[in-house]
């Protein structure tokens, strides 16, 4: 039986002390059916040498969760796992680059279409101000490009004022009133193939999606051109990737444009997926007999 790593959160963080269990039990029982063994370990445990990770064949960094929070130990760790060959999938490149957000410039040069952006370093006021006329928004989205599940993340009116203080560097984005009625739509990708979509919706008044802040969630089928985009955004990134989230929102046109590539510990919605895991389990043992 194929051993599995699955990397979770640090110990000693409380944020995530008792969440992180129920998603590995969702995720287990299908890496089970297909005959692997899911072993949690905690992403922090193998930072400066990867002597544990050595018995497992292959790696998951599916929970590892508060990587934003430390990120030059994830920069670290991440670099452990490469120089030592560690089977890791997504590939410790790409969980790499993939954990600062400003790749997204980076597609967007490449012909992916995003959420307009632009970046700052230590964020101010000034800088809010430029925005509010480059973009003649009414509402602005600051957050950091090394966050997560709305981490620091702000949504500032005409008129009001900055008081989030955010050090390194900053993304600044109009907020796309399209959110509110159209929502996110995450598509999710197992060994490149489309496997399921789901819409998440903000709670009346808030401009976050997550569940965690009162975003409804629900099952969809993705329209043609969303498909077609993330389809375009993962043929862009070219990785050798076991899984992808593709998050599109509406743009100011309305039609659907990146807002994030989830390619490090995305929730994968199971609870959605038609096979309850099924299609990504075979993922994950199609990539061990390669």
């Not at 279409?113 to 800088?127: F, L, M, S």
């Not at 509110?180 to 399921?196: A, I, N, V, Y």
Request: include cysteine.
């Amino acid at each position: 039986m194929s051993r599995i790593a699955i990397l979770t959160p640090a110990p000693n963080d409380p944020s995530y002390a008792g969440r992180w269990r129920a998603v590995f039990d969702r995720l287990a029982p299908s890496l089970r059916e297909a005959g692997l063994e899911p072993v949690p370990t905690a992403w922090t445990e193998h930072e400066r040498d990867a002597v544990g990770l050595a018995g497992f064949d292959l790696v998951l960094p599916l929970i590892a969760w508060g990587y934003h929070r430390d990120h030059p130990r994830w920069l670290a760790a991440c670099e452990t796992w490469r120089a030592a060959g560690v089977p890791v999938a997504n590939p410790a490149g790409v969980l790499i680059w993939n954990s600062d957000k400003r790749y997204l410039g980076r597609l967007a040069e490449a012909g992916a279409p995003i959420v307009p952006t632009v970046y700052a370093e230590a964020v101010t006021q000034d800088h809010i101000e430029a925005a509010f006329a480059d973009f003649d928004a009414e509402a602005l989205i600051v957050k950091p490009a090394v966050s997560g599940g709305a981490y620091r993340t702000t949504r500032l009116r005409r008129g009001e004022t900055l008081t989030e203080t955010l050090h390194g560097t900053a993304m600044i984005q109009p907020y796309l009133k399209g959110l509110e009625t159209g929502g996110e739509l995450s598509l999710l990708f197992f060994g490149g193939r489309f496997s399921h979509a789901i819409r998440k919706v903000p709670a009346a008044g808030d401009f976050r999606s997550q569940p965690d802040f009162g975003g409804h969630v629900t099952a969809v089928t993705p329209p043609d051109d969303a498909l077609a985009v993330a389809e375009r955004v993962l043929s862009i990134i070219g990785e050798d990737l076991l899984y992808a989230r593709i998050d599109l929102v509406p743009g100011p046109d309305g039609s659907p444009v990146l807002i994030e590539a989830e390619l490090i510990e995305p929730d994968f919605y199971l609870g959605f997926d038609p096979e309850r895991g099924a299609g990504f389990a075979r993922a994950v043992s199609a990539r061990l007999t390669r």
